[in-house]
């Protein structure tokens, strides 16, 4: 169904092309053929499912594909990973999922709901407290103290199964006041004050800057999770998903849009 | 009490409505694991969570009744100066996403609100992440709605019952207590009922103000949604048991104190 309507938008010169697969050998006939045939159609909206922690990064991203691909328009649907994926099991119409774990993503593959993830960022836990660190943290060993109001988000989305990855590994028994939903509603309680610190990402730390102050975990004692994307399966619109994916994990322009997040690599 | 021939016109949309609002009831009845409603009673999370909300709710509501009931008294009199601003001002409450009545609680009584600065610095009282919090989160989106209901039943109130008490030798609040209170109990037990209603379902403002932990601040709908990000049918099943819970308060207030409710007059 694909071929007639890339004829009609890009026009004679395909034709011959076109003639040529059904005649000629596959192999040549898919390099001239494939990418204008693919690059007609990237128009059209998509919506994207993603994790709370790319609220920052992803809209730039967008931005940057949607230049790329003139015609296209990503929206966004941010929240708790586990959410995401629940969502479009009661049949969201989302196009793409972008979950801070793979774990999350697996339970959505499993699901038969997405096609092949692609491990895409990478992201490691800091210690986040209000700008002033009014209980005075230094490290994760401060965070048992008796009296400190530290919070987590819950274990079921991956921020939180994180923070209890971490606090095993570096055997500290921490008595969390709240388990949020998402990270950045914990976030919002560091902010207010009203946190003496939580286990949020570096990226998050990174996004809101001087607002608050943190403590960074030597790396061979943190917890990393990975980020997996991939197209819905009930997708309306495959050709932009696929692009989406694709551009986020293999484009430049994505990758280093990330890192500037404090996102490092998967692979 | 004789059922009247209903016109069409009001026959229709009627039913519409029924249907409109029992539907998503009906769906989680027929979704609800019932086979495993024994395990999900005996889970500690749901008996902390049904535990927390009873607790909460009821304060709550007993918070909303002392302090909402004066304010519908006053309103209705017109006793204060700019009654109807105030009015307007007691219902924001009403009209606020709930998840933004816990960010406006945090400004005001978070550890650095302007209210819960000076308790924690001088008492070392903070509400968030305490069952204290949750309390307050459900009053302050429950209370508007005893307010608006009460005010209604003290203003269908004639003010001669009043007057002839007070020329009969009452004090004033022999006359609120014995003359005006019994008068409006109809009116001030379906605000209560609503009010009560409205707490028990709180979720957005007391997550945003209260936080979410288990046992001391994870209510029914807290746990609800903590459980429906991994299991739907159990977070179905504790709903069910939730609706069941209210259902079954509703009705013996019903039948016990709401009898006389349905005269018309």
Known sequence: MRAPRAIRSTGVALIAAVTSLLVVSPATAATSVFTPASDAKVTGTITVSAASSLTDVFPVIAKAFQKRYPGTNVKFNFGGSSTLVNQIKGGAPVDVLATASEPTMWSAVNAGLVGKPLLFAKNTMAIAMPADNPAHITSLADLARPGTLVGVCAVTVPCGAAARDLFALNKVTVRPVTQELDVRSLLGKVLSGDLDAAIVYVTDVKAVGKKVSSVQIPASLNVTTTYPVATVGKTTNPVVAQRFVDYLRYSLSAQGILRAYGFAKPW | ?265
């Open chain 2, 1 to 265: 009490m004789t059922r009247r021939h209903a016109p069409w016109f009001l026959l229709i949309p009627g039913l519409i409505a029924v249907i409109f609002l029992v539907l998503p009831v009906i769906g989680l009845i027929t979704q609800a694991p019932w086979g495993s409603f024994g395990t999900l009673l005996s889970d500690p999370v749901t008996r902390d969570a049904l535990r927390i909300s009873a607790l909460s709710s009821l304060c709550a509501t007993a918070i909303c009744i002392v302090l909402g009931t004066p304010l519908a008294w006053l309103l209705a009199r017109n006793a204060l100066p700019g009654t109807r601003f105030i009015r307007a001002l007691v219902v924001v409450p009403l009209l606020l996403p709930p998840v933004v009545a816990g960010v406006g609680l945090l400004t005001a009584f978070g550890r650095r609100g302007f209210a819960g600065a000076f308790l924690y610095d001088h008492f070392g009282i903070q509400f968030p992440f305490t069952t204290a919090g949750v309390i307050l989160a459900e009053t302050f989106v429950a209370m508007p709605f005893l307010i608006i209901t009460v005010e209604a039943g003290f203003r269908g109130l004639h003010k001669e019952y009043e007057e002839v008490a007070a020329t009969l030798g009452a004090s004033s609040w022999q006359t609120f207590r014995h003359v005006t209170l019994p008068l409006v109990a109809p009116a001030l037990l379906s605000g209560v009922v609503l009010c009560w209603a409205r707490a028990v379902g709180e979720f957005g403002a007391t997550i945003g103000f209260a936080g979410n932990f288990p046992g001391v601040t994870q209510t029914m709908p807290l746990a609800i949604y903590s459980e429906l990000e991994v299991d739907r049918s159990l977070a179905i099943g504790l709903s069910v048991i939730l609706l069941m819970v209210c259902l079954v308060i509703l009705v013996l207030l019903r039948r016990t104190y709401l009898r006389g409710d349905t005269r018309n007059d």
